[in-house]
């Protein structure tokens, strides 16, 4: 990837807190024609997604904004934008946005607030963060974060809070880290072939994963190598999904069963031949005990695991093993699982097996995580990490605010928070007992936000959160290896602040110092990028974004893999990654520990995301709402003539943390006995309930932690409710 220039350049003369040029255009008001100009500014996407997007804005005025483009100027982004985003000005001007402070006079939960100054909401926050340091100790005071916006500046600048005052820190595990963990245990980095290089595969395979929803811009570099190279496509999941649709071929297998299908395609590829020894000798631990121990995982193993025929796999096997540029994509969907991380380091061995790496247009590749060689010092005060005594573990804040011992790790009570970029009444895991921890009358809660989301009504103090469009950041791109520049857009909404803002004006109360306290977003953005890269945002924003992404042979460890021996791990020292790597496998394999079926829970449940729904971002806006329509089970006819269920009938889902009341649709989208529900939609969408996290378990996936989403035995029933 390399710098484009503009495609157009700025317009003198035009005062813009961001990149701009000028289009002529005709609007239709009422009965009359009239032309008119549109300010196109540039930015980039923040939100949790692989892609994050260099973005072309119409901006009506300096309030205003009209439809949301992809920018061609980044090779990933490729003129290319999900919808949501490209009808983003639903959300940002959305009547039902948070508008000014509040302080809550109803009961927790109950979402009754009354409008107060920003000096009042700062000064009640800061007197509550004092008073809980005074009597149980800064630990109690836990800062918390999530994806709402992956921006350098706007999300992690909270953790500044943290490290200026003693409080606790917070691992972020609520996402990729069981995914992160196993491919740790192989390649040794979260790096890998560039994503753009699909473009020259013959092959490529998508696992676990479901780009036409969540990485929508993958699908264009697919489509072109399918075009200009013939290319196949193969998808494997646990449900057919649009993606597989749309693919040459497609694998629907078990939940939990990637491991031994990778196994299986090892076994086929060594017996028949054609792995690339030179590869394994040189570059891996691959050794004679790993052959043996692949030598047993043969396809008839791995069909009665997987529910895939034999004869399916060994002849994916040899399609994959047989083709020289094979680019594996690797999704977050199959790690979500008990077993997830062994999963993905199972599947993480299939380009060592092949040599696949050697060529552009092969290999594999997850996330992006290590490449971006940023400076935070200033952006997150990391020159102060030393002072956060405790970290706890973000997918756990049910039992920590329930006042769980292991998960409070040993240390006092959280009885104050601050909460941004995070819907955690109905994104986390064990969302009951979320809950339960959100309504202690002895906890302390200020959350920022946008809308009044189910966590927001349990705030005593809501703050009025600024969207992407009214702030300057950068943010990674983990789907591919450019750092997008996000210039601000708009000028601020109602009273609304930005994340930095609020957490700059709260740690001065506080009596932090910190040079980053007294400097604005954009100028953070600045520091940052010329501690980092040598440029100034102005410089960086003409660009739009920064290629971070290491040449060829480092990208695909032809000089070595990222461990102390240069070697690729068969062998996975799953100790050094996590404190929960007892019983893992020693070698790449099936780990049965997904969650049990049994007479009371006989089917399994995934929810895996919605095509309009970003976790429970635009599950406000109206063109979202009507394209997903309600929230649904899919069921296969064979469990519905069973158990007596109807198309667009009223089922009751369960298991032992609750149930929940949502609508069936008849489908074989998955194997009998798999249960699909996709989207985390809003409380008012389920009769008499809460949403679906309801019934997700919360003990973290080894090695590292994470949640289980898609790996959850149910009951499920008819109702006549």
């Not at 992006?368 to 997918?395: C, K, P, Y």
């Not at 977003?521 to 960086?540: E, I, M, P, R």
């Not at 998955?670 to 679906?692: L, M, N, R, Y």
Request: aromatic share 6%.
């Amino acid at each position: 990837m390399k710098h484009l220039p503009l495609l157009n350049p700025p317009s003198s003369g035009v005062k813009s807190p961001a990149i701009s040029h000028i289009v002529g255009i005709r609007i239709q008001l009422g009965a009359c024609l009239m032309s008119a100009e549109i300010e196109i500014v540039r930015t980039a996407c923040p939100h949790d997604c692989p892609s994050a997007c260099a973005l072309e804005v119409e901006r009506l005025s300096p309030t205003r904004i009209g439809r949301i483009r992809g920018s061609a100027s980044l090779p990933f982004t490729a003129g290319v934008v999900c919808e949501k985003v490209g009808r983003y000005a639903e959300r940002v001007h959305h009547p039902e946005r948070l508008k000014h402070p509040m302080r809550r006079i109803g009961a927790k939960g109950e979402g009754k607030f009354k409008r107060i100054s920003w000096d009042e909401a700062l000064d009640a926050i800061a007197s509550a963060f004092e008073f809980a340091s005074k009597t149980h100790g800064p630990e109690s005071v836990w800062p918390y974060h999530s994806g709402g916006t992956l921006g350098i500046i706007q999300r992690y600048g909270i953790e500044r809070l943290s490290r200026l005052l003693g409080y606790s820190g917070m691992k972020g595990t609520i996402c990729v880290t069981p995914g992160v963990s196993g491919w740790q245990a192989g390649v040794g980095e979260q790096r890998g072939a560039d994503p753009v290089e699909i473009e020259n595969a013959d092959l490529i395979i998508v696992w676990g994963g479901n780009p036409v929803h969540t990485n929508v811009n993958l699908m264009k570099h697919i489509q072109k190598a399918r075009k200009s190279n013939g290319a196949k496509l193969v998808v494997v999941d646990v449900y057919r999904t649009s993606t597989m649709a749309a693919a040459d071929f497609g694998f629907v297998l078990n939940p939990g069963t990637d491991g031994a299908l990778a196994c299986a395609m090892m076994q086929v590829i060594l017996a028949e031949g054609i792995a690339d020894e030179a590869f394994l000798a040189e570059l891996t631990d691959f050794d004679e005990d790993v052959r043996a121990h692949l030598a047993e995982k043969t396809p008839e193993w791995a069909a009665k695991i997987t529910g895939i025929g034999a004869a399916d796999i060994r002849d994916f096997a040899r399609l994959y093993g047989r083709t020289a540029k094979s680019f594996l994509r690797l999704g977050v969907g199959f790690t979500r699982s008990r077993n997830g991380a062994s999963n993905m380091h199972a599947v993480s061995c299939l380009p060592a097996i092949t040599g696949a790496w050697r060529h552009k247009g092969g290999g594999a590749f997850f996330a992006s995580f290590d490449i971006w060689g940023l400076d935070t010092t200033l952006a997150h005060a990391s020159d102060s990490a030393e002072n956060v005594t405790r970290v706890l573990d973000q997918s756990r804040i049910g039992a920590i605010l329930c006042g769980d011992k292991d998960a409070l790790a040993g240390g006092p009570p959280v009885t104050a928070m601050l909460i941004q970029n995070s819907n955690t009444a109905l994104v986390a895991p064990d969302s009951a007992t979320v809950r339960r921890g959100l309504a202690r009358e002895d906890l302390f809660i200020s959350v920022h936000e946008h809308f009044m989301t189910p966590t927001a009504r349990y705030a005593d103090i809501l703050l009025p959160a600024a969207t992407f469009l009214e702030l300057d950041d950068l943010y990674m791109g983990w789907g591919h290896t450019a750092l997008t520049i996000g210039p601000r857009v708009l000028d601020h909404y109602a009273e609304c602040r930005s994340n930095l803002e609020v957490v700059n004006a709260l740690a001065k109360r506080l009596g932090a110092e910190h040079p980053s306290l007294s400097m604005s977003s954009k100028s953070l953005v600045d520091a940052t990028l010329q501690a980092s890269k040598g440029v100034s945002l102005a410089d960086a924003a003409l660009h739009g974004w920064i290629d971070c992404g290491p040449k060829f042979e480092e990208a695909h460890f032809l000089a070595g893999f990222p461990h102390p021996d240069g070697r690729f791990r068969f062998k996975p020292d799953w100790a050094a990654i996590g404190p929960y790597h007892n019983g893992m496998p020693t070698m790449p394999d099936h780990w049965a520990t997904t969650d049990t079926t049994n007479t009371h829970r006989p089917l399994r449940l995934v929810t895996p995301p919605s095509r309009t729904y970003l976790n429970t971002s635009f599950t406000e806006t109206p063109s979202s709402r009507k394209r997903e329509g309600r929230p649904t089970a899919q069921v296969h006819p064979q469990d519905a003539e069973k158990l007596g269920i109807v198309d667009g009938g009223k089922v009751r889902m369960g298991n032992q943390k609750g149930e929940v009341m949502l609508h069936a649709e008849i489908s074989d989208v998955a194997k009998p006995g798999v249960v699909i529900s996709e989207g985390v939609w809003p409380d008012e969408a389920f009769q008499g309930g809460i949403g679906i996290n309801l019934l997700i378990d919360a003990t973290p996936i080894p090695p590292a932690g994470g949640a289980a989403f898609h790996d959850t035995a149910i009951w499920l029933k008819a109702s006549a409710d």
